[in-house]
């Protein structure tokens, strides 16, 4: 949890931050991934503000730029996961495996003191750290995520070292449900059971959405619940609009067993025209004529903040 103490209508501004920026971002560059943030935004939020205990920032507060994919000659880039602190035995580690929200991250870090607003200005900028597509040199990333179902092993891994070297943070894996369809994430959840991670918690964007459209439509998931249950982890599942609910499910006791926290979710909340695309939500392109409509929405957003609607658009 962070020092400062936040009340929830605050962490709900953050997350209607989070929202109205990365809509903005949408206008300003004809797309992004907005259905993410509409879907995550109380999660994260809740993450940087009520859950996750980590250490002041390490990380530089402004974009720097990035001089391309590490190599021999290249590997003294700041990391991104600077921005969650100094690792200390006592801190808790977060790592994000759907590394297409990282304008959420990004969002995030700077509603919360981590890193600066105007950061944001560079976002998949060329040459620069702030990507659309997060890696290990982005702000908020402890690695590169690969395909969708990796970063978990990583973080179940880290989960395990820490627990032989008796630290007592915790280590949480941000994921999206449609990465659930991949076999590596099993295997990680099994293994994490058997060797009794109790200190490794996955939070699930359960938004029921992918590339292709709606999972039930491609694949067989549901019902969650069990499929963890059947693996060996504590599972709960919780309302991921809901901040309480989200710090509440994190919080459950769960000795012995890693757990997963199911946040069900929507991919057009607080932006409803988004509901008439339901399910192809995944990368969200405004035309010329939609604009004015999202225009509006933007500038009600400003309003109902008490800003003055121009930051992104």
């Not at 991934?33 to 996750?52: G, H, K, P, V």
């Not at 003191?113 to 702030?130: C, H, I, Q, T, Y």
Request: proline content about 5%; some cysteine; glycine content about 10%.
């Amino acid at each position: 949890m962070s020092e400062k103490i936040y009340t929830r209508e605050e962490v709900q501004g953050i997350a209607d931050s989070i929202r109205r920026q990365i809509l903005g971002i949408a206008l300003k560059t004809g797309g992004c991934y907005l259905a993410q943030a509409c879907s995550s935004a109380e999660i994260i939020a809740a993450l940087y503000t009520r859950i996750l205990n980590l250490g002041p920032s390490a990380g530089l507060w402004d974009a720097i730029p990035f001089p391309g994919v590490p190599g021999p000659d290249n590997m003294d880039y700041p990391r991104g996961s600077a921005y969650h602190g100094i690792p200390a035995p006592d801190k808790d580690r977060f790592f994000v495996s759907c590394c297409h929200y990282a304008s959420v991250i990004y969002c995030a870090l700077a509603a919360t003191g981590r890193l600066s607003p105007g950061a944001l200005e560079k976002f998949n900028v060329d040459g620069w750290n702030m990507e659309m597509i997060g890696a290990e040199h982005s702000p908020g990333f402890e690695n590169t995520a690969g395909s969708l179902g990796q970063t978990v092993s990583i973080a179940a891994g880290t989960a395990q070292a820490r627990k032989w070297k008796g630290d007592t943070g915790l280590v949480y894996c941000l994921m999206g449900d449609g990465e659930l369809q991949e076999g590596q994430t099993w295997e990680c959840v099994q293994t994490a059971s058997y060797y009794k991670l109790d200190n490794f918690i996955m939070v699930i964007d359960a938004n029921g959405q992918q590339v292709e459209g709606a999972i039930r439509d491609q694949t067989l998931l549901e019902p969650l619940e069990a499929r963890f249950a059947s693996f060996g982890a504590a599972c709960v599942v919780c309302d991921g609009h809901d901040i309480e609910a989200v710090a509440q499910a994190c919080g459950t006791r769960h000795p012995g067993q890693p757990l997963a926290v199911i946040c069900r979710t929507k991919g057009y909340t607080g932006i409803p025209p988004l509901k008439k695309r339901w399910p192809y939500l995944h990368f969200i392109r405004i035309s010329e004529t939609e604009r004015p409509k999202y225009q509006k929405i933007y500038d009600e957003m400003g309003e109902n903040a008490g800003e003055d609607g121009k930051e992104y658009a």
